[in-house]
Each structure stands twice: as structure tokens, then as C-alpha cells.
């Protein structure tokens, strides 16, 4: 499984962006780049994924660099419950039965008031 | 729509005892994961079900874990004998199949087993 390398914590103001970063220099034309996030107490939650092109949704934006080599995850602005632990995970392309997520460390987002 | 199930939410047993975790996955998911979450460390993979054969359990510790899917809805993941190093949080995940095409997992509120 190829790797991704977060900065174990970050910290934030509320109603500012965060950019929270990763890197997978490792990572294979067929890798999808995937991000969860795991706030307190509670399971893993999906928050946005892409291959190539930059992908908004309602809860966040990724931004994939042109080598692929790194990619960003973009929280517009940040309220108290987005404090949580985001993951970047690499997946092969969703093929029946390849699905396995694998987790690192992440990054824990702490929000100041 | 209802979301994955679990329980107990909480356990706490001696060592050398067994246990039994639950889990009812989203309506119509055919796939099941079991997770592990040791304090302080991402989920890790424990098996993986689809409907109700396993397509990964490479990580599970067999002598130890069992876990079963037996209709291809829901699931028991049972550990006996417990051991200290199993003090953790259990997590079920689902997803479905469109177009044999994986969805992303959606995942439950764990169980947190705490050995003694």
C-alpha cells in the first residue's frame, strides 16, 4: 500500500480556511486519493475524494497537485465541530473486492474560538 | 437512512475471557469491515466481508479473533481469549456495490473494549 505523510497536528481559528496537507510521492496512476475525518468519540467519516482533478463537495475542497505527488484538503471555514482527526489514504481504483483503506496517523485539527 | 449499528458501545472484561461484538450494517450494503482502533493509532483492517464470504482477513489474529456474517446482513466479530493488547475500539464499517463499483464506507460508533 503506498504511503501518505501528514503533520500530526494543526490548529486553526474559527470562520478561517485550513489547508491540511499530505504527501504521497509514492503514489500510482491508479491511486485514488481519499480523506476521512474521525471527530471525537465517533467512527470515520468520508469527506471527499479524487484522481486527478480538483473535487469540491459541500463539506470540503481537494486540491490534487499535477505530479500527483501531494494533494491538500481545503476546509472553507472552519467551525468548532470540524476539530477532528483527518486522514489522507491512498486506494486503488474501485475495483469489486480492492477497497481496503488503509490508515496512518492523521492530523489532528484543533479549532480556536 | 439509518446508519451502521453496533454493540455493546462499551465492555470491560478480565483477561482470558471472551466477547462478542455486534454490528448491523446500512440496508442493502453487501460489504461489512471490521476495524480495530488502538488509542492513538488509525483504524486498522480486520477483515472484510462481501455478502457473506470474507475477501480480506490477513490482518485478523486467528487464533484469537473470529468473526462471522452467516445471512450477508449481520455481524459478530468474537475475540476468546481476550488478551490486555486487545483494549480497543472495535469499528463496523459498510458500502455498497453500484455498478461494481465500491461506495465509501460508512462507519459505525464502535465499541470501546477495555481488557483488565
Known amino acids: 500500500d503506498a504511503k501518505t505523510t501528514q503533520p500530526n497536528s494543526m490548529e486553526s481559528n474559527e470562520e478561517e480556511p485550513v489547508h491540511l496537507p499530505c504527501n504521497h510521492s509514492?503514489?500510482?496512476?491508479?491511486?485514488?486519493i481519499h480523506w476521512y475525518r474521525q471527530l471525537p468519540s465517533q467512527g470515520p467519516e468520508y469527506v471527499i475524494h479524487?484522481?486527478?482533478s480538483n473535487v469540491n463537495n459541500r463539506m470540503a475542497s481537494l486540491a490534487i497537485a499535477e505530479d500527483r505527488k501531494s494533494s491538500t484538503l481545503i476546509l472553507h471555514r472552519a467551525t468548532l465541530r470540524d476539530a477532528a482527526v483527518y486522514y489522507c489514504?491512498?486506494?486503488?481504483?474501485?475495483?469489486?473486492?480492492?477497497?481496503?483503506?488503509?490508515f496512518g496517523q492523521g492530523t489532528r485539527l484543533t479549532i480556536n474560538p | 437512512e439509518a446508519g451502521v449499528a453496533q454493540s455493546p458501545r462499551y465492555k470491560i472484561i478480565e483477561k482470558r475471557q471472551s466477547v462478542a461484538f455486534w454490528c448491523n450494517p446500512i440496508?442493502?450494503?453487501?460489504?461489512l469491515y471490521w476495524y480495530q482502533q488502538i488509542l492513538g493509532q488509525g483504524p486498522k483492517l480486520l477483515i472484510q466481508?462481501?455478502?457473506?464470504?470474507?475477501?480480506?482477513d490477513s490482518q485478523l489474529p486467528k487464533d484469537r479473533f473470529s468473526a462471522e456474517r452467516l445471512k450477508g446482513v449481520d455481524s459478530t466479530l468474537k475475540i476468546q481469549p481476550a488478551k490486555l493488547e486487545d483494549s480497543a475500539v472495535y469499528l463496523c464499517?459498510?458500502?455498497?456495490?453500484?455498478?461494481?463499483?465500491?461506495?465509501?464506507?460508512?462507519f459505525g460508533p464502535g465499541t470501546r473494549l477495555t481488557v483488565l
Open positions: 479524487g484522481l486527478t
Open positions: 466481508f462481501q455478502n457473506n464470504g470474507v475477501v480480506d
Open positions: 464499517a459498510s458500502s455498497s456495490l453500484a455498478g461494481g463499483v465500491h461506495t465509501e464506507q460508512f
Open positions: 440496508s442493502g450494503h453487501a460489504t
Open positions: 509514492t503514489i500510482s496512476g491508479t491511486d485514488y
Open positions: 489514504i491512498l486506494r486503488a481504483a474501485p475495483i469489486q473486492g480492492a477497497q481496503k483503506l488503509v
